[in-house]
């Protein structure tokens, strides 16, 4: 509504002075401001603000007439009346200059169009020069208590018990003079008239005002009584007043008129203020509303405000500002809604916690258009003159605090409420809700369907009118206009502003014309003739139509009251304006659809219809009268009308389910008559033949019934013209701001599934509901309301100067700086209960299904459940009809139910839980529907529930049932909340474990995390190894404890919570192997740092077993997405079959440029002279840093990048060969596809690559390197085959770390089945050559044994793509049969031919700028085993062994 804006502002006086001004009185229109101090009275201008006139009186006269006390302006505001201490009425004629005489004006560049074009254009934008001349002055011959002025006489109250009234030429007459006592006073006018009052004798008027709508003065008593004295007849005289008094009240000290609503506003001495109406019927005082303090928002000043000193209601009546004795300013709406105080938070602390003194202020009134409020204020800030004039050494500058607001275009054009926008505007601004074009929720569609004849002109993208609806929430800022500064120095102030349906077009309205601006384009449209600008002023109010402007306007040329439409996109300009002649002026005006309504100065009601002709270059709007209405019988003055709708709502039967045609017509008029609200109903109670033989446009001209009052204390009206068949009880409600009392809503009942209404059951409900907000639109399709807030912000560190005597404070630190901020509501609860409570469940289901798809339902329902539970469960009274158990049954009907009382119970206090689950059922039960329902994350907020409620067995028992649940689901950060949960139930123990991070920092691997929740266990230290020598009984005899080193879950590690939780843990593990589930079971491990080695030494000879080695691989296919070899039919005749073209491209390979970058030396693995004696590869394992992933360790490319590689083993024979090229395996594949001139499909081995990014120099290195290569097509033809046979990336890393797990556990089955799916015949090598140790058990070789003979006799029938590979490695296969169990040595298990498994790791190369690998020394491992080995530049004997052992073996593509 009215919001504080910036810091105040002070206002210096030029002429110093000794005395301090105390009063501050606007004239009528508020353009001219009198300042009073004892004897001095000046007249100041408001834009500028400008000192223009001041008068000082002589020593002798103020002698005469003591010291001036208060002031009136006449209301042509050319005189002005003072009242003088002793009983003078001092009168001031207010003189102008001549046409050419002004303080200030403007000075405008040569060849400016701004020139003077119209009378009197001057005055509006320049400070006139002004002169006071005082008039023979009025004797009362008793002290003065207070003046009114009225149109053609001024009311003088003086001390004695006297009412004078003067004429403003100064002649008084004697006949009238009324005494007080003569006034009969009694509670109601209907009371008998009897004697006058007698409790009046020595009573006097302390303050009055005159109440224009109510035509009578509000009064104030010195004895503190209030009163209302309304004259009989015309005039003023004894045998014609009667007055009314209220009752019960003895403290008045002030008093305030609204004559828009009709209010009384009498301050009290208690502080509060009591605002009285007039009862119509009776004619006695009625207490509406009261303006107070309450003790929840202001706990320490709420009583201690002292006496009300004054209220100031604003300009256009919507707001009251109150100011006490002990200082500070509150505003209120006019029924009581609290928008801002300055006696808490900010304004009354600074930022270290001390509290400032309250601004007292001494008088204050509103500007322009209630833009400003002026104040005079108590603390000594003036500016002192300097001491050196010892004369004048106590003048001083004494200041004007202005303080700036910002109002709702709702105060002054309330047509803007039936739109979803906000729209807010200051003095030379506005503030726009038009939220973020981006947002898909558009009303485009919607919009068209109104203005489906009018396509043009449109907005280019639909996404542009995005509307309020979701796009209006997204932020809390405001869009910022500044209005055109061309427009605004001669039109000042803005009265009138509107904003159009898309919320991209807005227009105002000042003194004369009109100016609109685009937010697509960003520019202002002026009138390009000012003398067109200058002949017409908007009178009624602005509205927009599609992309029409509505004018309700006066022509001064032609002195005629006009509606006029001007085209947006057309220049501002009459010969574009449509332009309809009316025969009174306009008051307000309305559009709803097609049809404008007007409402005029005669009380009447104008329906005019709209239609868009395309009759020329330029659209124009065609409009025709349809209907007069006139409400002169209703409405006892056109001032009281606040604002007029039209609207679809109605109350008859026609609002069913069947006919929401009806709906889209003109129903009804709604008038807010002075807060009270008017429906006018279309009568169909005549015969409705005529409907279908007349034309459609002559049905509008159906009659309305007389005027029925919906509701009282209203302030604002929303209703939309929009329809919504999903939405229909929101889309047809009529929406009401109600001040204090909040909000209420009138909503349509229908019947469901089209049955027959009952009879008893009204069409219609008004449901109230209280909000945290003051409303400023509603957006009905989301079920929310907008609004806005102040918002402070303490800079108390500015501008705090001191002087040698005093310190002063800068209006920077005396008060915060405020903002205006946006808000939003959500009502949905608010209306859902109170459709419970009056037992219509059924509709409240079919309103909250409607709304059910709104992202913020499940809150709604939250809220729901919350604010009941709160209320009932607090209340110390019993409660006859609890609301609760309706309330939990309503939301069982919703699948949200269960996370609705889960979170509400958690947001809410632990001894209110008995009351909420006694309504809802037992947590017991709703933990296991949870379950059942697999929906883990709220049965895990039940389990925090089941342990305060419950005994810690029964929370065990449900964590055991969740955890075990979650682990099958693989809802890992649940398993580690739920095992720190389930060692706090065991512990016993006040504080729960640390916390375990829930998120997961993004592997480098991209597959198990292993590195950083390793957990391998050595049984004895690296350094006893002997050099050369494997030891396989360090292998396969790990601890068979799973935790041997059990601080990973407590220090206490053989405690019995730990022993229950690692018997879950194995037996998952178990469940996972049996089911050949290996994906599964790495990510367990890794995510929940389970000891998968130590397990699986146990479980060697028991679950880690592989009973069939063929379902065993598919099995593996499958869970890792690995695709089944092929033999490309190009196969028996490639070039690198067997190795034969080996040499040429190995050697081609290195001698081409970047040959040391394209031989990747930490591919595969070294042999054992190369490394240090004593250290096996085990140990080198054990120290793999955490930042490496595993491949990378094993010469393999890092996620990030994918590296095609030539795989040269050192020391046995290559067994593969790759291009090595910055690229991801997919660039890759694509670019060898291009190269060999074929179409190739990636297929399954790229599908999860991660794709690296590609820089220059990369691209680089390609292209010399292939040019280089010159690779034949059947060479590529294989490369790429073998590319596809391969996996994804992440699922070799996978395997491979599984194999390195597999086989460090001794599990020898299982390292086979991995290496036979990755096809590396080093793995089976190894295994075999462990065969021969007396510790492996003859069943594991047996198995072993048969399994390889069923793969290759599975591959022989159904796989023929791994018959390569077998042959590969025949001749194992042939040892294994050869040799029996009984005769391996010991000292067989040599590693001479090292696998791959058996290097230590290196570091990967780092990258040169071009994105090439930079050959170099390796980095060794800090503390790692391998660190003392040979780079690989040392090593030529190495070379010359690969050279020679290329020709060796088949060619097999590998990618790691």
């Not at 266990?1017 to 494997?1030: M, T």
Request: net charge negative; glycine share 6%; with cysteine.
């Amino acid at each position: 509504m009215y919001f504080l804006s910036g810091w105040p502002k002070r206002v210096l006086c030029p002429l110093r002075s000794g005395e301090r001004p105390f009063l501050i009185e606007p004239s009528t229109q508020r353009f001219y401001l009198a300042l009073l101090s004892e004897t001095q009275i000046s007249i100041w201008f408001s834009r500028p603000s400008v000192l223009i006139v001041s008068y000082i009186e002589s020593g002798k006269a103020a002698t005469q007439f003591g010291f001036y006390q208060q002031a009136e302006w006449k209301p042509d505001d050319s005189m002005i009346a003072v009242a003088a201490a002793n009983g003078y009425v001092l009168l001031f004629d207010i003189i102008g200059g001549s046409d050419d005489k002004y303080l200030y004006e403007p000075i405008y560049p040569k060849g400016s169009v701004r020139v003077k074009v119209t009378q009197g254009y001057k005055e509006e934008q320049c400070a006139p020069a002004l002169t006071l001349e005082m008039k023979k002055p009025v004797d009362l011959e008793a002290p003065i208590s207070c003046l009114q002025t009225l149109q053609e006489d001024l009311l003088v109250a003086t001390a004695d018990g006297y009412l004078h009234m003067l004429h403003w030429d100064g002649v008084s007459n004697g006949q009238r003079a009324v005494n007080l006592c003569t006034i009969p006073f009694s509670l109601d006018l209907q009371s008998s008239r009897g004697g006058p009052c007698l409790d009046l004798e020595g009573v006097h008027i302390q303050d009055i005002e005159y109440c224009a709508t109510l035509d009578g003065f509000a009064v104030v008593f010195d004895d503190g009584r209030l009163g209302f004295i309304t004259p009989t007849a015309n005039r003023l005289s004894t045998d014609q007043l009667q007055g009314v008094w209220a009752a019960d009240v003895s403290d008045g000290t002030c008093v305030a008129v609204n004559n828009k609503y009709r209010l009384m506003a009498f301050g009290c001495a208690s502080g509060s203020v009591l605002v009285y109406m007039i009862d119509s019927s009776t004619g006695s005082m009625q207490l509406s509303h009261k303006l107070e303090l309450t003790p929840k928002h202001y706990p320490d000043i709420w009583n201690k405000t002292g006496p009300v000193k004054m209220i100031r209601w604003s300009p256009d009546c919507s707001v009251a500002m109150v100011t006490w004795d002990c200082g500070g300013l509150s505003l209120w709406s006019v029924f009581g809604a609290h928008l801002i105080c300055t006696l808490g938070e900010d304004f009354a602390y600074r930022s270290d916690g001390t509290k400032k003194d309250p601004l007292k202020i001494i008088s204050m009134n509103w500007g322009v258009e209630g833009y400003h409020l002026w104040v005079i204020d108590s603390t000594d800030t003036a500016a002192v003159v300097p001491d050196g004039e010892e004369d004048d050494s106590k003048l001083q500058q004494s200041g004007i605090l202005q303080f700036h607001f910002i109002k709702s275009a709702l105060t002054v054009n309330p047509c803007t409420s039936n739109q979803e926008q906000v729209l807010l505007h200051g003095e030379d601004r506005l503030y726009l809700t038009c939220g973020d074009p981006t947002q898909a929720h558009s009303v485009f569609d919607k919009s068209s369907s109104r203005d489906s004849s009018s396509p043009l002109h449109r907005p280019p993208t639909p996404a542009l009118l995005s509307q309020g609806l979701s796009t209006l929430l997204g932020h809390k800022h405001w869009q910022v206009v500044q209005i055109h500064s061309t427009y605004l120095e001669t039109n000042w102030p803005i009265k009138f502003a509107a904003i159009d349906w898309s919320g991209q077009c807005v227009a105002v309205a000042g003194r004369r014309g009109f100016a609109h601006y685009s937010l697509y384009s960003r520019k202002w449209k002026l009138f390009g003739n000012v003398t067109q600008e200058q002949n017409m002023t908007v009178t009624g109010g602005l509205a927009w139509w599609n992309d029409f402007i509505v004018v309700a306007c006066y022509n001064f040329i032609d002195r005629q009251e006009e509606m006029r439409f001007y085209l947006r996109s057309s220049n501002l300009d009459n010969a574009f304006a449509s332009v309809t002649k009316l025969h009174a002026d306009t008051l307000l005006l309305n559009v709803f659809r097609n049809v404008v309504i007007l409402f005029r100065a005669d009380c009447s009601i104008c329906l005019y219809s709209i239609e868009r002709k395309q009759d020329g270059p330029n659209p124009s709007a065609s409009v025709e009268l349809l209907q007069e209405v006139s409400m002169s019988r209703y409405i006892p003055h056109p001032g009281l009308v606040v604002s007029v709708t039209l609207t679809s709502v109605r109350t008859e039967t026609g609002i069913t389910l069947k006919a929401p045609q009806q709906a889209c017509s003109a129903e009804s008029i709604l008038l807010n008559l002075a807060g009270q609200l008017i429906m006018l109903q279309r009568d169909r109670s005549g015969p409705q033949v005529r409907e279908k033989d007349t034309p459609a446009n002559q049905t509008k001209l159906l009659p309305f019934c007389p005027p029925v009052v919906l509701a009282q204390c209203v302030e604002n009206v929303w209703t939309t013209c929009r329809s919504n068949r999903k939405k229909r009880h929101l889309m047809e409600a009529l929406w009401l701001s109600c001040g204090e009392a909040g909000m209420k809503v009138w909503l349509p009942l229908f019947p469901r599934d089209h049955r027959k209404t009952h009879s008893f059951l009204s069409r219609r409900i008004m449901l109230p509901f209280h909000i945290n907000i003051y409303p400023l639109t509603v957006l009905f399709e989301d079920a929310l309301i907008l609004g806005a807030s102040n918002e402070t912000m303490l800079f108390d560190g500015l501008g705090t100067h001191s002087s040698s005597s005093n310190s002063l404070e800068s209006l920077e630190s005396q008060f915060p700086f405020c903002t205006v901020e946006r808000t939003s509501q959500i009502y949905l609860h608010h209306i859902l209960r109170q459709l419970l409570v009056r037992n219509l469940g059924e509709q409240a289901l079919m309103l909250a299904q409607s709304c059910a798809s709104l992202p913020y339902f499940p809150h709604v329902l939250e809220l729901m459940v919350h604010v009941v539970l709160e209320e009932e469960a607090t209340s110390r009274e019993p409660i006859p009809d609890p609301l609760l158990p309706t309330v939990a049954k309503f939301v069982t009907e919703f699948p949200l139910f269960l996370q609705t009382i889960v979170h509400c119970a958690r947001k809410t206090e632990y001894a209110l839980w008995n009351y909420l689950f006694a309504a809802v059922g037992n947590p017991k039960d709703l933990f296991e529907e949870c379950l059942m329902a697999q929906d883990l994350d709220t049965a895990a907020s039940y389990l925090i529930i089941l342990q305060n409620m419950e005994v810690p067995a029964v929370s065990r028992q449900h964590a055991t049932l969740l955890f075990n649940t979650a682990l099958e689901q693989g809802k890992w950060d649940l398993c580690r909340h739920m095992i720190r949960f389930l060692k706090a139930i065991g512990s016993g123990e006040a504080e729960t474990p640390p916390s375990t991070p829930t998120t997961q920092e993004p592997s480098s691997t991209g597959g198990f995390e292993f590195f950083r929740n390793r957990s391998i266990s050595l049984s004895q230290s690296a350094d006893s190894i002997a050099a050369g020598k494997f030891n396989l009984q360090k292998t396969l005899s790990m601890p068979s404890g799973p935790s041997s080193k059990g601080d990973r879950w407590c220090k206490e590690s053989d405690s019995a919570e730990n022993l229950y939780i690692d018997m879950m843990l194995w037996r998952h593990a178990r469940h996972l192997l049996e089911q050949v589930r290996l994906r599964d079971l790495g990510c367990f491990s890794a995510q929940l740092g389970f000891e998968l080695i130590g397990w699986l030494c146990r479980e060697r000879t028991r679950v880690a077993r592989v009973d069939n080695f063929v379902t065993a691989l598919k099995c593996l296919h499958k869970d890792f997405l690995w695709p089944f070899p092929v033999i490309p039919a190009c196969a028996i005749s490639s070039p690198l079959k067997n190795g034969r073209c080996r040499q040429v491209l190995s050697s081609r390979l290195l001698k081409s440029q970047s040959a040391d970058s394209l031989l990747n030396s930490d591919m595969d693995t070294t042999p054992p002279q190369a490394t240090t004696a004593n250290h096996s590869w085990i140990d080198g394992l054990g120290a793999v840093p955490r930042e490496l992933d595993f491949d990378s360790s094993h010469g393999g490319p890092r996620t990030q990048e994918a590296f095609l590689s030539p795989l040269i083993n050192k020391g046995e024979k290559v067994e593969s060969v790759c291009l090595s090229v910055s690229l991801s395996i997919s660039c890759a594949f694509l670019f060898l596809s291009v190269l060999s001139g074929e179409e190739c499909s990636i297929g399954s081995a790229t599908d999860l690559t991660e794709t690296s990014s590609m820089v220059d120099g990369d691209w680089t290195m390609v292209d010399e390197n292939f040019s280089t290569l010159s690779l034949s097509q059947s060479e590529l033809e294989h490369i790429s085959m073998e590319l596809a046979n391969k996996g994804p990336h992440k699922s070799q890393v996978q395997l491979r770390y599984l194999l390195h797990v597999f086989m460090e556990a001794g599990c020898l089955e299982w390292c086979v089945v991995i290496g036979l799916i990755l096809r590396d015949a080093s793995v089976i090598k190894q295994v075999v050559g462990f065969l021969d140790s007396p510790e492996v058990p003859s069943e594991t070789v047996q198995s072993i044994r048969a399994g390889l003979i069923a793969v290759d006799l599975w591959a022989s029938a159904d796989c023929l793509g791994y018959k390569p590979f077998l042959n590969l490695i025949r001749p194992q296969l042939l040892k294994l049969m050869e040799v029996p169990v009984e005769q391996v040595q010991p000292e067989a298990f040599q590693p001479t031919g090292a696998s791959k498994l058996s290097e230590p790791p290196l570091l990967p190369r780092a990258e040169d700028p071009r994105g090439a690998v930079v050959s170099g020394h390796p980095l060794p491992l800090e503390g790692s085993p391998g660190a003392n080995a040979r780079p690989l530049e040392d090593m030529p004997e190495e070379e010359e062994e690969e050279e020679e052992t290329l020709e060796e073996g088949s060619y097999d593509c590998t990618l790691s």
